[in-house]
């Protein structure tokens, strides 16, 4: 079956701009969550929706912003971008999010501000 | 909060070397317990995983063991190959926060 599917790979960007990636789950999942990766910080994680819900939400300014839709495919935005937003943004799907439920993730989206 | 710990890389071993990557955590309650790992250009992959005090998970040659008395899952291979090359993560996923906790990230080159 299909993966979980990120879009695009790559984007630059130049600092002010916003820019919206989207995610989608594995057919059946309803569960996604994102995460932004950065050599220096590692995987911090952004939010996560169920059910078109937001459930949890991590430690990012509010310009980062996500949704989900009815399908469960997930867009997050992040506006007015900084030069410290470049970073691999991974998104990951799981049947329901609860706590043995493996997540799968998607190849990212390799955000680059200039 | 929760938090998970590992030891910081790179690692760097000859093929056929044992590997020892160190993890422990932090937490309420009883979480699952995760090793990741992600090749060059991909997204993370479950490698194994642990779901209460005791369990062995194991997976392609790897193993840990959820340690509740020192809160530890160290990650354990006996020979490792070139192809092992990577950054494998820790990680934790409790109820109520809907969210897994990932460690830093450790890098692991295999020389042949």
């Known amino acids: 079956k299909a993966g979980v599917t990120q879009t695009p790979r790559y984007l630059i960007k130049t600092r002010g701009q916003q820019v919206t990636l989207s995610c989608s789950p594995i057919?059946?999942?309803?569960?996604v969550s994102w995460y932004q990766q950065t050599p220096g910080q590692g995987l911090q994680f952004l939010f996560e929706?169920?059910?078109?819900?937001?459930?949890n939400k991590g430690n990012f300014p509010g310009r980062f912003s996500g949704r989900q839709f009815s399908n469960s495919r997930s867009e997050m935005n992040v506006s007015t971008l900084e030069l410290g937003d470049s970073a691999l943004y991974l998104c990951a799907s799981s049947v329901q999010g609860v706590l043995d439920t493996e997540a799968f993730f998607g190849q990212g989206t390799r955000l680059t501000v200039v | 909060g929760n938090s998970v710990t590992q030891m910081e890389g790179p690692v760097t071993l000859s093929e056929e070397a044992f590997l020892t990557i160190n993890c422990t955590y932090t937490?309420?309650?009883?979480?699952?317990l995760f090793w990741y790992v992600q090749y060059p250009g991909e997204g993370l992959q479950l490698l194994l995983k642990?779901?209460?005090?005791?369990d062995k998970g194991s997976n392609k040659g790897f193993e840990a063991t959820y340690r509740k008395e020192t809160t530890s899952f160290h990650l354990e291979k006996g020979s490792v190959q070139v192809s092992d090359s990577a950054v494998y993560f820790c990680a934790l996923s409790s109820t109520g926060g809907f969210k897994t906790i990932f460690g830093a990230g450790t890098r692991l080159f295999v020389k042949a």
């Open positions: 057919s059946g999942h309803r569960s």
């Open positions: 937490a309420t309650g009883y979480p699952s």
């Open positions: 929706y169920f059910s078109e819900t937001q459930r």
């Open positions: 642990a779901t209460k005090a005791d």
